[in-house]
């Protein structure tokens, strides 16, 4: 017998998270807290594909730097309003994610990860190649800011993870959620009762596609530069760990994930070239040690007071 | 003409040595292994730490770097890979994480400048009219020698047999007496051994640094994707196709396309015949 979910306990997250501007202050840590709450989109977008049909995209960064490209172009190149980037960035992430989903999420095994992995190797490399339209190496710079407030900011910032958080949650939680967890259980059953699973799991990718471009566009108008990296394995890598931290499959626990590993690295500050390598220990750990991850089953024993989930 | 013709067969052959252990290990354990471009790294970092900071002749610290990534690749197989084979996922995760921790331990240790890596043959030969680095046809002839001596192994001796076998049914094998455990250890150490090798024969002529072996391994993601996974002859055959196409495109078209054409070759498969040129269905 569940015992009564424990509200109060979201509450007082969201009290503190909401009041930091107020008692932190420290516009470094409010930054990093805005980076946290970036990577808790794409780390949550990520898990709503890849955490629900079980196929692994290994090259994320192909929508966030998508996005985030989108929005320099409209923004420096054709002096567009930067809320037209949002959007924008969404909707190029999800023509991005139509080519690399259509010939690979109609197959099994492993295609769709290694193409994913490879489109955003290769988009990385055609950002320096094609230097004159992106910058090159230097990338993009000069964007303008979202709102030019860094309390704004942030709670643009918070807003958005949480509105983009509570639609993917709903959204996994929803007959549709269930119908794409059918496929990751048993693809050849879920298609013997009548799933049109190709559909469904392109369909999935385009929605992550979407948030992840979006996140990308409005990490662009915070770092107010792209660059060749935004492309790079090391951010789709990072999503991949948060949403493993926080538990494949939750949705929010990717949100908790990104949340963690960001405060974490950054009390490792000191040693920051260590960081992708700090990661990537966590993930060995967790692979080991919590196949399950960490934020998700905690959440649940706190939700339910205590008992296993 | 020549000049594509050889040079197009060099990266052929450096495609092919690097497809053709990634292919193995997929057909016989069913592991994709994502630290593939890893061990290419290492070749070339292992024979710049004995041949250069240790001062071993070029050629034995060539051979000893090789041997020491099949170690490593063995020892990665028991200890990371064999504990997670319950599941695919985690198997892919883990050869991912390895491949991160590897490139993070070499950026640390070397820095993210490239190294200089002495060429086995500097001089220059003149064939057809058009000069040729030596180092290059070096490559050329060991990737030839490399990959017949692999498929003589697979197709000649007994311990050939049994990878054939396993690959074929590793349930079945197992009970026929073959240590099934014990062919996985040692594929994953003969196809690292291969990536190293290419590692080292490019290493000269290519930019030294950690990141290295990522693209390479995204050329290989193409020719076995192209070839059929886990087909050892498909990636031959599609090591030749994109080697020579990438040459091709950079001198007809733009040198800076060459890149395109791996992620075009992957998608055009994939729409086309996803099984591959050789592979016989759908991998999985």
């Known amino acids: 017998m569940p015992r009564p979910t424990r509200w109060w306990f ?21 930054g990093v807290l805005i980076l946290a709450y970036l990577y808790g989109v794409f780390a949550s977008s990520w898990d709503f594909m890849s955490g629900q049909t079980g196929r692994e995209n290994f090259g994320h960064a192909l929508f966030v730097g998508g996005g985030a490209y989108t929005a320099a172009f409209l923004n420096v190149k054709y002096g567009m309003s930067p809320w037209w980037s949002l959007p924008a960035g969404g ?14 999420l109609r197959l099994r095994g492993p295609y769709f990860a290694l193409a994913t992995l ?16 992106t910058g090159g190496e230097e990338g993009i710079s000069d964007l303008m800011p979202l709102v030019s407030s860094p309390v704004a900011f942030y709670y643009l910032a918070l807003g958005f993870v949480l509105v983009a ?97 960001t405060l974490m690295a950054e009390a490792l500050r000191k040693v920051g070239e260590f960081r992708l390598l700090f990661y990537t220990l966590v993930l060995i750990a967790i692979l080991f040690f919590l196949p399950r991850g960490l934020i998700a089953p905690l959440w649940r024993r706190l939700r339910n007071g205590g008992s296993a989930p | 003409m020549i000049e594509i013709i050889i040079y197009g067969a060099v990266s052929s052959a450096i495609y092919a040595m690097l497809a053709v252990g990634f292919t193995l290990i997929f057909g016989v354990a069913r592991v994709l292994n994502l630290s593939h471009g890893a061990f290419y790294a290492l ?35 028991r200890v990371m890979v064999r504990p997670l084979r319950y599941s695919a996922l985690a198997v892919l995760m883990i050869t991912l994480a390895m491949s991160l921790l590897i490139e993070q331990v070499l950026l640390l240790t070397f ?94 002529f290519s930019k030294v640094e950690p990141a290295m072996g990522l693209l390479p391994m995204t050329k290989a993601f193409s020719i076995v994707i192209l070839g059929g996974l886990g087909s050892i002859r498909g990636s031959l055959l599609a090591a030749a196709v994109l080697g020579f196409s990438e040459t091709l ?36």
Do not use: C
């Not at chain 2, 000069?131 to 990959?147: C, E, P, S, T």
């Not at chain 2, 800076?256 to 992957?266: A, D």
């Open chain 1, 10 to 30: 979201l509450a007082v997250v969201l009290a503190v998270l909401g009041t930091v501007p107020y008692w932190l202050d420290n516009s470094y840590m409010v």
């Open chain 1, 91 to 104: 909707v190029v992430a999800v023509v991005l994610g139509l080519v690399i989903g259509l010939p690979t």
């Open chain 1, 118 to 133: 490879a489109a955003a190797t290769i988009l990385q490399r055609l950002t320096i190649i094609l230097w004159e339209q």
């Open chain 1, 165 to 261: 958080a509570a639609v993917l949650v709903l959204l996994a939680r929803s007959p549709w959620g269930l119908l794409l967890r059918s496929i990751r259980g048993d693809e050849a059953a879920a298609q013997a009762a009548g799933v049109n699973i190709t559909l469904h799991k392109i369909g999935a990718l385009l929605v992550s596609a979407f948030f992840a471009g979006m996140g990308g566009a409005f990490y662009a108008h915070y770092q107010l530069q792209v660059g060749p990296t935004m492309f790079s394995i090391t951010v789709s890598i990072t999503v991949v760990i948060m949403s493993y931290v926080g538990g494949i499959g939750s949705v929010y626990g990717a949100v908790g994930g990104a949340f963690v590993l």
């Open chain 2, 43 to 77: 070749g070339a970092y292992f024979t710049y730490t004995y041949n250069g900071l240790l001062g071993i002749p070029l050629l034995v610290a060539a051979v000893l770097a090789v041997a020491t990534v099949a170690a490593l690749g063995v020892a990665m197989e």
């Open chain 2, 111 to 204: 820095g993210s400048e490239t190294q200089n890596v002495q060429s086995l043959v500097s001089d220059k030969v003149t064939m057809f009219g058009v000069d040729i680095g030596g180092q290059r046809l070096l490559a050329l002839g060991v990737g030839v020698v490399l990959i017949s001596g692999l498929w003589l192994f697979i197709q000649r001796t007994r311990l050939g047999n049994a990878i054939l076998a396993v690959s074929q049914d590793a349930e079945g094998a197992q009970y026929m007496g073959i240590n099934v455990n014990r062919v996985f250890g040692g594929v994953m150490g003969m196809s690292a051994a291969l990536a190293a090798a290419a590692g080292v024969l490019a290493a000269p």
């Open chain 2, 249 to 284: 495109v950079g001198y007809l078209v733009s040198s800076s396309l060459t890149e395109l054409v791996s992620l075009v070759v992957i998608l055009l498969v994939l729409i086309l015949r996803p099984a591959g040129l050789f592979g016989k269905h759908v991998a999985f």
